[in-house]
């Protein structure tokens, strides 16, 4: 990419190039532990290095899709990620777990808002914590969620939930019970 030797950094991962975020991250933690120096059993610096750099070039999506293009032109084979018009299909499954996530953040946020009205916010690490996922992936949600302005960060750093945060947990809650009234009347229909 940059005039030097090209490098397989899937290889060095022991990843397939279609793998997604979540398992390249997963054999970078893996890798990384195994390989690491203060391990005991297997450490190998050379290989340690080789992993945290093929990891870093891999976990930006916009390097990985860049890398993916010379990986595509020196791997035989290998055929380019990219479709018609430049843009990947959104993955549904990957969508709706999204909304789950969603869903989840906002009726913590909403729940600690009901316990305490005036000091309601919550620290961004204990909110990525009970959501169990990456750095990326918390950045992405939190966007998200501020940018349709259903929380906020407060003044003493932590995540609140916003008054429109708060009607659309009640609107979910009615469409969740609407949903479940209809499946209710249907099982009772059939029978």
């Not at 005039?3 to 991962?13: E, K």
């Not at 909110?127 to 992936?137: A, F, I, K, R, S």
């Not at 940018?147 to 609107?171: C, M, N, R, W």
Request: glycine content about 4%; charged content about 30%; hydrophobic content about 35%.
């Amino acid at each position: 990419m940059d005039g030097t030797a090209f490098i397989d950094f899937y290889s060095i991962l022991q990843v397939d190039w279609n793998c997604d975020q979540k398992s390249l991250e997963h054999a970078y933690r893996f890798l990384a532990k195994k390989y690491h120096p203060d391990h005991p059993d297997s450490s190998d610096a050379d290989k340690f290095n080789d992993v945290v750099q093929a990891y870093r070039s891999l976990r930006n999506p916009e390097q990985r899709a860049e890398y993916d293009l010379q990986y595509a032109v020196n791997v035989p084979g290998a055929v380019p990620k990219f479709r018609s018009g430049g843009a990947d299909p959104v993955d549904e499954n990957i969508a709706l777990s999204d909304g789950e996530v969603h869903e989840r953040t906002l009726r913590l946020l909403y729940t600690k808002r009901r316990e305490c009205a005036l000091d309601a916010g919550v620290a961004p690490f204990l909110v990525q914590e009970m959501l169990q996922c990456t750095e990326e992936h918390f950045n992405f949600h939190m966007w998200y969620l501020k940018a349709k302005g259903f929380i906020e960060t407060t003044e003493q750093g932590t995540l609140a939930i916003t008054i429109q945060g708060i009607d659309h947990v009640i609107s979910m809650s009615r469409t969740n019970r609407a949903e479940k009234l209809r499946i209710a009347q249907s099982d009772e229909y059939r029978e």
